[in-house]
């Protein structure tokens, strides 16, 4: 998983160059206004943060329990409101009910997943949850998660989480931040699905001959195709950004990933993804369209 590889790649590296004073990976070209670096390998697995929780589950059930105490214990306890979540302390146990939007990875009975209600929304990293039961979790679908509140590189999560299915359903609309890009108020949107309009392609880097290119694979153009896309925008401000293709959320099959392998630079471009955050803003974007 690509958290796992950071953590070995730091610890390679924290090995091999003591003293040198770098961050992981490096700075990405286009990092925000307020000189935040974008994550040289995107979100998926954490050898810091591994889900001892594993099993399977049927509607109505907590997913990953072998015990019926513990099933009781995530019922049982008091459900919280996105304010009481975000107001509850790092590394305390938490219990929410929110909607699955979308569904990063599902890897060795645990998921990955992007989910948000009326008031907020919550990356649920990790979950324990069986394959077939991460069939179930469609976009839309209601569930109540046990875990724990934590944080990566800015990131707030739920870890070590256990789920039921329950009734409901909702599907967030994309909220437009295009005006708080640059400003400390994007991260109140945290997670949530969100757009931004009328931005302008700038260029990411360069090929092997030196030409400027609108994207790369990889934040530091090492990878191909199927790795993570990196690309950049400028507001009207003339602010640069770095967006991302996050290849386990969309990968190379999308509408997506072919559509930012067609930008140019020069380009004017909607864009809607959710706010994903690794020592600041760094957009996980679903759709790329021509600008309105």
Known sequence: MKRNISVLLILALGAACIGCGSKEGSSVAGS???GSAVEGSSEAGSAAEESSAAGSTAEGSVAGNTEGSDAE???AQDVMTYEEYMAADLDSQVTVETYVQAKQSWWEDKATVYSQDENGAYFL??????QE???KLTPGTKIRVNGYKS???GEIEITDAVFEIIDGNFIAEAK?????LGKDELNDFQNQFVSFKGLTVEAAGKDDEGQDVAFLYNWDG???DGDDLYFNVSNESGDTFTFTVESYLCDNTTDVY?????LKIGDKIDLEGFMYWYEGPNPHITSVTPAE
Do not use: I, L
């Open 258 to 262: 072919a559509a930012v392998k067609e």
């Open 32 to 34: 925000t206004a307020s």
């Open 73 to 75: 214990a995530a019922s």
């Open 133 to 135: 039961d991460y069939e």
């Open 222 to 224: 090492s990878g191909q």
């Open 151 to 153: 944080e990566w590189s």
């Open 176 to 180: 437009d931040v295009t005006e708080y």
């Open 125 to 130: 990293y990790n979950m324990a949850c069986s």
